[in-house]
């Protein structure tokens, strides 16, 4: 007992922590932007619970998973130990007699094995982690002096916690304990002491655990760990939003006539959330191990730009990896690195504490494209085709509807209304390769008796592209005329081929009026399939592999409807890739990269993709997204491969109207069907 030097012990700790330190951090998050995120509070508070105390996303990686929640556990367990050894500085008795998680109670005496049990899995996962960061050296930790002091810090807590008990056993008890088990084993050791170096290691253990722990509380929010505080309620205030939504900016006009910033020009226009997500970074890697663009060797990684604005915003330093600043004089990012993203969300999927990166890109865009007008040449005439003709390319409307040519596909204003409004988008609609796919798409939806109907020339690109290269002024402009249209027809229900559109109709046009049913044409072939309303009768030998679609799997979830229609499908062998579903890589497209130059790196996206699905073996591959066929389809010839490559609906028409006799399946992309 000490009562004098715990006092001030606790009275420096706490001072510096709460008075200096964490004051400092929390006028930084207050002054960020405000966002509302204490809607849905029971969705809020069981999210919380499955991955902050769950830790559900740790266990992607099993053993890092399991030695991260030994340390989570074990921590917890201590914490109570802590608070036993800091009413130890005032009272041999800090339970005043009760005893309750202290010695001499049957309570007492089960917290003491249970502690002793959480030293040895904080031990454990100690001892994975530094094998991890020091003996193997995974390429997504970085090993430096503060990942190794954490450690080390760990480490001395255990040890100062074995040595306290070994000590007061050897002091104060003729025999081991059972429910002391580590201490007890110490005891023999201490007991060799001296009786003054006994109370020399009963300080140690003493002293030296409470002050690591009042260090260690101070040196957090200077450190990755910092997340150990702000996990919880980053989670907890994660956006409930779809994931395919970005928040739109409002009054854009009026933003520019008041100056503000129209997107992320610095740190001073962070949103608290955004700044709580910086905060919470462990630098675990796991984002950019996932990130396609790190990949293959581009200079974009979600963890060092997370890191690097973090350090920006809290003054530490302005070493950002690119080979050039973005904007302002307290937010560097690297050109190259901005524009390397494809907004694939396998960076937001991979983070355990649910960081978010690509709000952050796209805002960033925003303000390069809509303030300074700066983008990549091929982008900005891409911009200036769909402000002018509807679509990225240029290409006039009255051609949208060549891709339709021989078929009965009715347009909205010329025949009686149709369940279906069929959002055939600007890819299917001029381009050659991507046009079979609607065309498969229509005749199967004809087959299945399904009534839709083509807005033809009165449908524009959605401006996915432009939005997510940061175009939002473009954006806007295409989704308002959209939406008009759609809405005048009084149309209901939506079915589109693309998964690109399909987000933007799904989620994001909702915000500017349009809110309507939309599906993917996968989803809904499923279900006609499941129905009976289409039959693939006829048999299709071939080994499928199927290349999940960004905006159809991670932004919207959709991964089982594709696989069930080529389960359904006689002859088809599905494969799969090891890196599949939520864990699929990329092709390359997304983001508005199809309308630009790949960034220089080690290889392209698409390549690496192709490998790996080349890698399976299967002799077809499959998608249901235009953009990832046509990524897909240079990759592979490039690396002079020559599989079958289709979309899904091409392969179920194939089943269905068995050997194509009108001819869409006479080509090489699609195995042939027989009877």
Not at 99 to 122: C, E, M, Q, R, T
């Amino acid at each position: 007992m000490n009562p004098i030097g715990m006092t001030l012990l606790l009275a420096v700790g706490w001072g510096i922590f709460l008075g200096w330190t964490v004051r400092r951090r929390w006028a930084v998050l207050k002054g960020g932007a405000g966002v509302d995120r204490f809607d849905q509070l029971p969705r809020r508070f069981l999210v919380m619970f499955k991955y902050a105390v769950g830790q559900w996303r740790l266990f992607s990686h099993p053993l890092a998973g399991i030695a991260h929640s030994f340390i989570f556990l074990g921590a917890g367990v201590l914490l109570i130990r802590g608070l036993i050894l800091f009413g130890r500085g005032y009272s041999a008795d800090p339970f005043f007699g009760y005893g309750i998680l202290d010695g001499g109670s049957v309570s007492g005496d089960w917290y003491s094995l249970i502690k002793d049990v959480a030293v040895v899995l904080v031990v454990i996962g100690v001892i994975v982690f530094f094998l991890f960061r020091v003996i193997l050296g995974l390429e997504r930790l970085t090993l430096n002096f503060e990942g190794l002091l954490i450690l080390f810090i760990l480490m001395g807590l255990m040890v100062t916690d074995v040595v306290y008990d070994g000590a007061n056993i050897a002091l104060h008890r003729d025999i081991a304990s059972v429910w002391e088990p580590l201490g007890s084993a110490l005891s023999p050791l201490v007991k060799m002491l001296p009786v003054t170096g006994q109370k020399i290691a009963l300080h140690i253990g003493f002293w030296g655990h409470v002050c690591l722990i009042l260090g260690f509380l101070n040196y957090l929010p200077y450190c990755k760990q910092f997340h150990e505080i702000t996990g919880f309620p980053n989670v907890f205030f994660r956006s409930l939003d779809p994931p395919g939504r970005l928040s739109p900016m409002t009054d854009i006009e009026g933003m520019a006539e008041r100056g503000e910033a129209l997107g992320l020009a610095g740190t001073r226009q962070l949103s608290w959330k955004s700044i709580l997500d910086l905060y919470t970074c462990s630098e675990c890697g796991r984002c950019s191990e996932q990130c396609p663009a790190a990949r293959t060797g581009k200079t974009l990684s979600p963890k060092e730009l997370t890191t690097g604005i973090r350090d920006q915003l809290l003054g530490r330093n302005q070493g950002v990896k690119g080979d050039a600043e973005l904007v302002g004089d307290d937010l560097a990012v690297g050109i190259d690195a901005l524009w390397a993203c494809t907004t694939c969300r396998a960076c937001e999927d991979a983070c355990p504490l649910f960081i978010s990166y690509v709000d952050k890109i796209v805002d960033m865009r925003r303000y390069q494209v809509q303030e300074k007008g700066e983008m990549p040449d091929k982008l900005a005439a891409a911009f200036r085709n769909t402000e002018n003709s509807g679509n990225p390319w240029g290409f006039p409307a009255r051609d949208r509807t060549r891709w339709a040519d021989g078929l009965h596909v009715p347009l909205v204003g010329e025949s009686e209304k149709a369940e279906w409004l069929l959002w055939v988008g600007c890819a299917a609609a001029y381009d050659d390769r991507a046009a079979k796919s609607a065309r498969a798409v229509a005749r199967l939806l004809d087959e299945a008796g399904v009534s839709f109907a083509i807005l033809g020339q009165e449908e524009n690109c959605t401006g996915d592209f432009a939005r997510r290269a940061g175009n939002e002024f473009l954006f806007q402009m295409q989704a308002a005329e959209n939406i008009e249209t759609i809405n005048g027809y009084g149309i209901k229900k939506i079915v589109a081929i693309c998964p690109h559109c399909y987000n933007t109709l799904k989620n994001e046009y909702c915000d500017f009026g349009g809110c309507w049913e939309v599906m993917h044409y996968t989803d809904l072939l499923a279900e006609l399939i499941e129905c009976g309303r289409l039959n693939p009768t006829h048999e299709v030998t071939a080994s499928v592999v199927y290349h999940d679609s960004c905006y159809l799997g991670r932004y919207n979830g959709k991964y089982e409807s594709p696989r069930r229609i080529l389960d359904a499908i006689p002859g088809v062998k599905l494969v799969e890739t090891e890196e599949n579903r939520d864990k699929g890589l990329c092709c390359g497209a997304g983001g508005a990269q199809y309308f630009k130059e790949e960034e220089a790196g080690e290889k392209r996206v698409g390549r690496l993709r192709a490998e790996q699905l080349l890698g399976t073996g299967a002799d077809t591959v499959g998608s249901s997204c235009p953009f990832c066929i046509s990524t897909l389809a240079d990759a592979i010839s490039a690396l002079g491969e020559s599989p079958h490559q289709a979309d899904i609906a091409e392969i179920l028409l194939a089943s269905v109207e068995g050997d194509g006799s009108k001819g869409e399946l006479n080509n090489s992309n699609v195995p042939r069907a027989t009877s």
